[in-house]
């Protein structure tokens, strides 16, 4: 084996490093870990560990240091480019370190001592073994009087005279071989005491999320009612040790909130962009050739360019510090206080506002990279088997449990697999169901099945009641309720029970139904069954206001219409006394009680109607006699132009007769008009 040492000289002094284990891990549902080190530091000692690249960020903006007998000088930790960084500046580039010959060529031109010569490396080379002799490393200095040439033996030193050089050299090496675990870093926490003591280091990081998972034993269908019933739940966590580090007999904490969690890279080195400002010189210089005799307007001179002036902002931040709260324990607790929940199999519950930590009995084990499912929660609740109507067309209810957290604490979002407790469905896998977050005292129903046993069908219906009538200038207001009802025939065949309906609210609409509660699911509403078949009914009811009116505004003024330049047969149904109104509000009336307030006015109004519908009759029979009564008159007028003679004569006196009686015509068709208009704005004028 040949082995050549290249000594870079770096000394340098290394004070004794403490390797702080993980003590604790709280896992929160925002997808961050609360990471705990302790242990005991020597005097003047550091701390280290080690911890992923990805968390880094974290790890500066959230690190607390707790050191009741010393102070913090800083923390250090390889660059995030650590290659490029150490090898900045530098002759050699990481590939040079490949081989020896090449690292020497990289450092070509620079001073070394070998094989008792001093000089500069001009060349290295591979020397081969030839006949039994071994080989080596030959190695060409320039010297002050010329080139020498050694052979460097295992074990022969190449000494670099420049120690700065080295050292950094030395550095890149170390800074080489770091980056080939590029995915995790060394923390190095200095710090200054006179004796030995504890020391514990926090931080938050990213890592996978906790997910709760619960197995639900509930009660059978139809248990008395007298006979209260309960369904015992079990939590267990799916844990995934992502930090790097092993978790040894660790404290474990899964915390369930809604904390706010962001992510600031401040790891990365961040330049601020500057804009360029260009180098100002002297323009070239142009000369206009001189053509003699023409004058030259002399150009005003140019403003003097405004002094740039540039301010630089001076930032500091001090350095926060971290003062322990009156009466806290050496290392730092990870949960806060709350009142201990009904004591569980593994865990017990700490509750403080907008969240619950279940803080595991033992100490747990979790390798790195390994995942773990633990148990947290182990509680009976209240339960009450039911039948659960979500979808109104559904031709079959869900199968549920209605359970009631009796938990002094916040039960987490999580997927529940659903058994049998007792009967013939002990120990019977009945389905799966979804929890949601589940504060205490509150309740949920948990679907975890469809009943087919069990039919339902649904029919709606409508129905309007007029409930007030009032007259108005121009129209007639009704109130009117109106009932929406829902049907639903329920046939459990037997089967006794609660169901409960859920009823999509309807806006402006009133439930005519008993509601034990309302959400994002609408109206609650329960019934129980028999085992007859049997029909819930749920009703709205809604106030509806419709206007009658009276007159068509569009056609401007009763008063101001005149029937012979406006085609009453073609408008027939604007007009009062016309079809349509009438018929419709004839059609209230009929089904309007006696006792609604207004009924008699409504009753007014149509008996007005129809003597308007009289007058308007007679108003288009007197229309349509001038119309006849002009169109002979116009017949005779052309015959009188027509004849000549003993007809001439006759054909006027015709003509003044039809003159007469297209006069009368017209004359008793305007009589019958204004009778129908003095009729209509009477009606108009009626009401308040």
């Given at each position: 084996m040949r082995r050549?040492?290249?000594?870079?000289?770096?000394?340098?002094?290394?004070?004794?490093?403490?390797?702080?284990?993980?003590?604790?891990?709280?896992?929160?549902?925002?997808?961050?870990?609360?990471?705990?080190?302790?242990?005991?530091?020597?005097?003047?000692?550091?701390?280290?560990?080690?911890?992923?690249?990805?968390?880094?960020?974290?790890?500066?903006?959230?690190?607390?240091?707790?050191?009741?007998?010393g102070t913090v000088e800083g923390l250090r930790l390889p660059a995030r480019d650590l290659a490029n960084e150490a090898f900045r500046g530098l002759p050699v580039r990481p590939d040079d370190f490949d081989s020896r010959v090449r690292l020497l060529a990289a450092l070509r031109g620079q001073e070394a001592e070998a094989g008792g010569a001093r000089g500069r490396i001009a060349d290295a080379a591979e020397v081969p073994p030839v006949a039994g002799t071994p080989g080596g490393l030959r190695l060409t200095l320039i010297t002050p009087t010329g080139l020498r040439t050694v052979v460097l033996r295992e074990g022969d030193e190449v000494v670099l005279t420049d120690t700065a050089l080295a050292g950094r050299v030395a550095r890149a090496a170390e800074a080489l071989a770091a980056a080939r675990s590029n995915d995790e870093r060394r923390i190095e926490i200095r710090l200054r005491a006179d004796r030995a003591r504890q020391v514990?280091?926090?931080?938050?990081?990213?890592?996978?999320?906790?997910?709760?998972?619960?197995?639900?034993?509930?009660?059978?269908?139809?248990?008395?009612?007298?006979?209260?019933?309960?369904?015992?739940?079990?939590?267990?966590?799916?844990?995934?040790?992502?930090?790097?580090?092993?978790?040894?007999?660790?404290?474990?904490?899964?915390?369930?909130?809604?904390?706010?969690?962001?992510?600031?890279?401040?790891?990365?080195?961040?330049?601020?962009?500057?804009p360029e400002m260009p180098v100002r010189v002297a323009g070239a210089v142009m000369v206009t050739p001189d053509t003699g005799g023409v004058p030259v307007p002399i150009p005003m001179p140019a403003p003097a360019p405004a002094a740039l002036a540039g301010r630089m902002m001076d930032s500091s931040a001090a350095a926060p510090q971290m003062a322990r709260r009156a009466g806290a324990p050496d290392a730092p607790g990870m949960i806060a206080g709350g009142a201990p929940a009904q004591p569980a199999a593994a865990a017990t519950a700490e509750a403080s506002a907008g969240r619950v930590a279940?803080?595991?009995?033992?100490?747990?084990?979790?390798?790195?990279?390994?995942?773990?499912?633990?148990?947290?929660?182990?509680?009976?609740?209240?339960?009450?088997?039911?039948?659960?109507?979500?979808?109104?067309?559904?031709?079959?209810?869900?199968?549920?449990?209605?359970?009631?957290?009796?938990?002094?604490?916040?039960?987490?979002?999580?997927?529940?697999?659903?058994?049998?407790?007792?009967?013939?469905?002990?120990?019977?896998?009945?389905?799966?169901?979804?929890?949601?977050?589940?504060?205490?005292?509150?309740?949920?129903?948990?679907?975890?099945?469809?009943?087919?046993?069990?039919?339902?069908?649904?029919?709606?219906?409508?129905?309007?009641?007029?409930?007030?009538?009032?007259?108005?200038?121009?129209?007639?207001?009704?109130?009117?309720?109106?009932?929406?009802?829902?049907?639903?025939?329920?046939?459990?065949?037997?089967?006794?029970?609660?169901?409960?309906?859920?009823?999509?609210?309807?806006?402006?609409?009133?439930?005519?139904?008993?509601?034990?509660?309302?959400?994002?699911?609408?109206?609650?509403?329960?019934a129980v069954l028999d085992g007859s078949a049997q029909t819930i009914r749920l009703a709205f009811e809604r106030a509806i206001r419709q206007d009658t009116p009276l007159w068509d505004t569009s056609l401007g003024e009763p008063m101001l219409l005149r029937w012979q330049q406006f085609d009453i047969e073609q408008n027939l149904r604007r007009l009062p006394g016309g079809p349509g109104t009438m018929e419709r509000l004839q059609e209230i009336l009929a089904r309007t009680p006696p006792d609604v307030p207004g009924r008699a006015d409504l009753a007014a109004v149509v008996e007005a109607m129809q003597a308007l519908r009289r007058q308007l009759d007679e108003a288009r029979l007197r229309a349509r006699a001038y119309r006849a009564a002009d169109q002979a008159l116009a017949r005779a007028r052309q015959a009188a132009e027509d004849r000549t003679g003993p007809e001439q004569q006759e054909a006027r006196r015709r003509l003044n007769q039809a003159s007469r009686e297209a006069e009368a015509a017209g004359s008793a068709a305007d009589q019958a008009w204004e009778a129908w208009q003095r009729g209509v704005v009477a009606l108009l004028q009626r009401g308040s």
């Open positions: 050549l040492t290249l000594a870079f000289l770096l000394s340098a002094t290394t004070a004794l490093a403490t390797e702080l284990p993980v003590r604790s891990v709280t896992l929160s549902s925002a997808g961050l870990a609360q990471v705990e080190r302790a242990g005991e530091v020597p005097p003047d000692g550091t701390v280290t560990f080690r911890a992923p690249t990805e968390d880094v960020d974290d790890l500066l903006r959230s690190l607390i240091v707790v050191d009741t007998a514990a280091v926090l931080y938050v990081a990213g890592a996978p999320l906790w997910k709760p998972s619960y197995r639900l034993l509930v009660p059978p269908m139809g248990a008395p009612a007298a006979t209260p019933t309960q369904a015992r739940l079990q939590g267990w966590a799916v844990v995934e040790n992502a930090s790097g580090s092993d978790w040894d007999a660790v404290r474990l904490a899964l915390v369930s909130g809604e904390a706010a969690a962001f992510r600031q890279r401040i790891y990365q080195p961040i330049t601020v962009a500057r279940f803080v595991l009995a033992e100490p747990v084990t979790i390798r790195a990279g390994e995942t773990a499912n633990v148990p947290f929660l182990d509680v009976r609740l209240p339960a009450e088997r039911v039948w659960w109507i979500q979808d109104l067309n559904a031709r079959h209810p869900l199968q549920a449990v209605r359970i009631r957290n009796g938990s002094p604490h916040t039960l987490p979002d999580g997927l529940a697999t659903v058994y049998g407790a007792e009967g013939p469905e002990a120990g019977v896998f009945l389905g799966d169901a979804e929890i949601r977050a589940m504060p205490s005292g509150d309740g949920r129903i948990l679907a975890f099945a469809r009943d087919r046993d069990v039919q339902v069908a649904q029919s709606g219906t409508s129905t309007d009641t007029v409930r007030g009538i009032a007259l108005r200038r121009g129209f007639v207001a009704i109130d009117i309720a109106r009932r929406e009802e829902v049907a639903l025939a329920v046939d459990p065949r037997g089967a006794r029970g609660m169901v409960v309906v859920d009823v999509p609210a309807r806006a402006g609409a009133t439930p005519r139904f008993p509601i034990v509660s309302q959400g994002d699911f609408g109206l609650r509403h329960e």
